[in-house]
């Protein structure tokens, strides 16, 4: 498909399946490839416009001397049957099935995550577990209301005792900010599917872990890590006529106030424009506000602008040395360390590490994009992270033979006190475009997984195709039916934030 320098059209909106005015999707993530993908096998044209130079999103695999890491490891895990039959039909037998191994490391040692009582209770003491043991009663008994911070909601569930063991530090490390600071709605959101009764479920009677949703014992995994997931999705877009263009950064939105007319991208010394019928975007809320042409009203400009992100690094450390450690990943709950969590991706795919005796190490840290951690030359971040695994006994530095690093900013949308508000506004400010559909994590500022993000592009596709959903609403982690045909389980009870 091609499209001429400066094409205006004379009318927006019209028909989607009219390829001289195509539906134009914002992000080559999950939920922007998800989304082309579903109109593609309905017949409808798009061009799928992204910034960076690969596809993915988070959910890309970067390749460095052949070693294939993630930023962050992906599970292929869920409950919404379209979503997995997706992954299947694009990856076929690439989709691995894999067993779940990760740990907490918290003051020098290890807890198994999922908990296990015996583990629990040497690795605490007795002294320790009697007190978690009183700090829950005691919470059960007077509760913190109301419940206002992440701090509040789990507290009244588990405890202070086991809320600073194994929640305060690793959740203040990975967003910067206080546990006061987080609303409580992203406990709900994050932690729903774990209760006290649950964990002790696990422990003590020895049920499956995968009985609660997030403790999952198995996932699906492609043998090249995510990013064949959306290479391959890409490639088979591409030969269908609907363009993936990356290194396309969208500089306008045009707009007449209740339509998009056109989407300009940066083509160097002039603009390239391309004329729409539909706008899809999984691009952050607050470049998408600031992008709008003529702009947003002041209070919506000023609402975005108050929307925070946390960013993130990735170090990946290449091992002269297999069989490091069992796990997939662990979590590093120690404030000793400023790393948080640690992936080993051979045990993800073997696939993933292409020297026999090799092993590939990811160790991602949480910071804000541009301070001192962000900043940190690329040499200093490799000498951090090789002192920090040497430091943990997970590896020695002397086996550390290379590495390299990848920094993803506005990785996760930031659920402070005032993000709900400022939401709002933006929701009904965008409420007004008929044909724009905003999907995904950062499109939404919802930190969904994977899945969700890709079901938000489903549902977005079929109210282009005349249905109704509201896709503000998506749950990442409510209790939901399989089948699309029941896709309002999937959403909150409230359908308005």
């Not at 002790?200 to 403790?215: E, N, P, V, W």
């Not at 993000?453 to 549902?459: R, Y």
């Amino acid at each position: 498909m091609e499209f001429s320098k400066n094409m205006v059209p004379s009318e927006a909106g019209g028909n989607v399946k009219n390829r001289e005015r195509p539906a134009i999707i914002i992000g080559a993530g999950p939920a922007g490839l998800t989304a082309a993908w579903e109109l593609q096998k309905a017949g409808c044209p798009s061009v799928v416009l992204e910034k960076d130079r690969v596809v993915g999103g988070l959910a890309r695999t970067v390749c460095f001397e052949g070693y294939r890491f993630d930023i962050g490891g992906h599970r292929f895990f869920t409950k919404v049957d379209a979503v997995n039959r997706m992954w299947h039909e694009i990856l076929g037998i690439d989709l691995l099935r894999r067993s779940r191994l990760s740990r907490i490391y918290f003051k020098g040692k290890y807890f198994n995550y999922p908990l296990k009582f015996l583990n629990v209770l040497f690795g605490l003491g007795l002294k320790h577990s009697s007190l978690a043991t009183l700090s829950c009663i005691r919470a059960k008994a007077r509760p913190r209301l109301p419940e206002v911070s992440m701090e509040d909601w789990v507290i009244n569930r588990f405890g202070r005792v086991l809320y600073e063991t194994f929640f305060k530090t690793y959740t203040e490390k990975v967003w910067g900010i206080a546990c006061t600071e987080i609303r409580a709605d992203w406990a709900e959101q994050r932690i729903r599917g774990v209760s006290l009764s649950s964990l002790i479920a696990t422990m003590l009677l020895f049920r499956r872990g995968d009985q609660i949703k997030t403790l999952t014992t198995s996932f699906y995994y492609p043998k090249l890590g995510p990013g064949q997931m959306w290479e391959n999705v890409r490639s088979r877009l591409a030969a269908a006529g609907n363009p993936v263009l990356t290194g396309a950064e969208v500089t306008s939105i045009t707009h007449n106030g209740h339509l998009i007319t056109e989407v300009a991208i940066n083509g160097g010394e002039e603009s390239e424009r391309f004329p729409v019928s539909q706008v899809i975007s999984s691009m952050p809320l607050r470049e998408l506000i600031s992008k709008l042409n003529p702009p947003a009203p002041s209070k919506v400009l000023e609402a975005a602008l108050d929307l925070r992100y946390r960013d993130f690094l990735t170090v990946a450390l290449i091992v002269n040395k297999a069989h490091l450690f069992a796990d997939n990943w662990i979590y590093i709950h120690d404030p000793s360390v400023k790393v948080g969590r640690i992936q080993n991706f051979g045990n993800w795919s073997s696939d993933m590490v292409p020297v026999a005796g090799h092993s590939c190490l990811g160790l991602e840290y949480f910071c804000f994009e541009n301070d001192d951690l962000w900043s940190m030359d690329d040499c200093d971040l490799l000498a951090l992270a090789s002192r920090e695994v040497s430091v943990l006994g997970l590896a020695p530095m002397a086996a550390i033979v290379g590495g390299t690093v990848v920094r993803m900013p506005k990785a996760y949308p930031v659920y402070d006190a005032v993000y709900r508000s400022k939401l709002r506004i933006i929701r009904d400010y965008l409420d007004c475009f008929s044909n724009l559909h905003p999907i995904g994590r950062n499109g939404l500022h919802k930190y969904n997984n994977q899945d969700h993000s890709m079901f938000t592009a489903m549902l977005a596709v079929r109210n282009i195709l005349g249905e109704e959903h509201d896709i503000w609403a998506v749950n990442s982690d409510c209790e939901y039916h399989e089948e699309m045909d029941e896709a309002s389980d999937m959403v909150d009870s409230e359908s308005r934030i």
